[in-house]
C-alpha cells in the first residue's frame, strides 16, 4: 500500500531537523548557517527571510520554507516544506523518455541516475517545479526527493520524518487515506485552527505528501486547484514566500496523460542531444579555464615589472 505523510504546518517550529536528515542521509552538503558563500547554491539570496537556502538545489531536497506574516493579526511567522510531493500520477514519469523516474509499490516516485539522460524534461513537466539539476558537473543528474524508498522498503520512515519525531512530531507517515481521515480530525478539532483544506488531497490528481496550514496556501508560495488571486499589496504584508504566478491554479485532474501524449511526439535523439549539450559544456568550461589562466599570467607579468 502507498505511504502518505501528512505535514501539520502550525506544529512546525522550523527546527530544519528534516533538512539536516536528509543531507546527513544522503551526504549532501550540510545546512548553510553561518552565512558562509561555499557551499554551492546554498546561501540565500534573500536578507528578508530566515529560509536558508532560498530554494532546493541538486545539494538541497528539501527544506523549511519560512513566509513572515505582518498584517491586521499582527507579526507571525508560517512554515510549510518546499520538496517533492510524489504524486499519485507523477507528470516527470510520464515526461521521462528512459524510465529514469518510476514510481513504486510504496508511494515513492524514484529517481535512477544510470539510466538518466540529461534531457531534464521532467524539470519542465513537474506542476511543482521540484527537480533540480546538477548546473556545476559536467557530467549532470537531476536530483530531488525520493522519499527514501530503501528504508520504506523496510517498514521504517524516511530520514526526515525519523528526525521529526524527536522534536515536534509535525510529520507522520501512514496509508494514504488514514493521512488524509487524519487530516480532516485535525481540521474539525482545531475550531479554525486550520485552513479547511488538505494540500495534496485533490491538487493534480492527489500527492503522497499531505499539508495542513494555518493560512491560505497561496501565503507560503503554493498554488491548489481553487487558488485565489492576493491583494496587490501582498507582497508588503508576506515576506519570503517566493509565489510566482498564483493565477496559474493547478487542477484536480492528473496532468500525467498529457506529458505522455507529448512525449509520444519526441524522436528517438535524446542519447544524441545529452552528448552533444555535455560536449559543450566541457567547451565553455575548458575556454573559462584558459581565460583565467591567461588572466593570471599576465597579472604575474606585471608584477614581475
Not at 147 to 164: N, R
Not at 193 to 220: A, C, D, M, Q, R
Not at 274 to 282: F, H, K, N, Q, T
Amino acid at each position: 500500500m502507498a505511504k502518505a505523510v501528512l505535514f501539520d504546518g502550525p506544529g512546525c517550529i522550523g527546527c530544519r531537523a528534516c533538512e539536516d536528515a536528509c543531507k546527513k542521509k544522503y551526504n549532501l552538503p550540510p545546512i548553510e548557517i553561518t552565512g558562509a558563500t561555499d557551499l554551492p547554491a546554498e546561501p540565500t539570496s534573500s536578507n528578508k527571510s530566515y529560509t536558508r537556502p532560498a530554494e532546493l538545489s541538486a545539494y538541497t531536497w528539501i527544506k523549511v520554507r519560512i513566509t513572515e506574516i505582518d498584517d491586521a493579526k499582527g507579526f507571525r511567522r508560517v512554515h510549510t516544506l518546499r520538496k517533492c510531493m510524489h504524486c499519485v500520477h507523477p507528470t516527470c514519469v510520464a515526461a521521462c523518455p528512459v524510465g529514469a523516474l518510476y514510481k513504486d509499490e510504496n508511494g515513492a516516485t524514484v529517481y535512477d541516475d544510470k539510466k538518466c539522460i540529461g534531457c531534464r524534461f521532467c524539470m519542465l513537466a513537474c506542476p511543482f517545479g521540484i527537480p533540480t539539476f546538477e548546473w556545476d558537473k559536467p557530467i549532470s543528474y537531476i536530483r530531488k526527493c525520493i522519499f527514501c524508498p530503501d528504508l520504506l522498503a523496510e517498514g521504517k520512515p524516511p530520514a526526515c520524518v525519523t528526525a521529526c519525531s524527536k522534536r515536534t512530531k509535525c510529520i507522520t507517515i501512514g496509508e494514504r487515506e488514514e493521512q488524509l481521515a487524519l487530516g480532516r480530525k485535525m481540521i474539525a478539532d482545531g475550531k479554525g485552527k486550520y485552513v479547511n483544506h488538505i494540500y495534496g488531497e485533490n491538487e493534480v490528481g492527489g500527492t503522497n505528501w499531505l499539508y495542513l496550514s494555518e493560512e491560505p496556501f497561496e501565503v507560503s508560495g503554493l498554488r491548489t486547484y481553487n487558488s485565489t488571486v492576493l491583494p496587490a499589496n501582498f507582497k508588503d504584508k508576506y515576506w519570503g514566500g517566493n509565489w510566482g504566478d498564483l493565477t496559474n491554479k493547478l487542477g484536480t485532474e492528473p496532468v500525467a496523460a498529457d506529458a505522455e501524449r507529448a512525449m509520444q511526439a519526441v524522436p528517438i535523439v535524446l542519447p544524441s542531444v545529452a552528448i552533444v549539450m555535455s560536449g559543450l559544456y566541457w567547451v565553455f568550461q575548458r575556454k573559462d579555464k584558459l581565460s583565467q589562466e591567461n588572466a593570471l599570467k599576465k597579472g604575474s607579468k606585471g608584477v614581475t615589472k
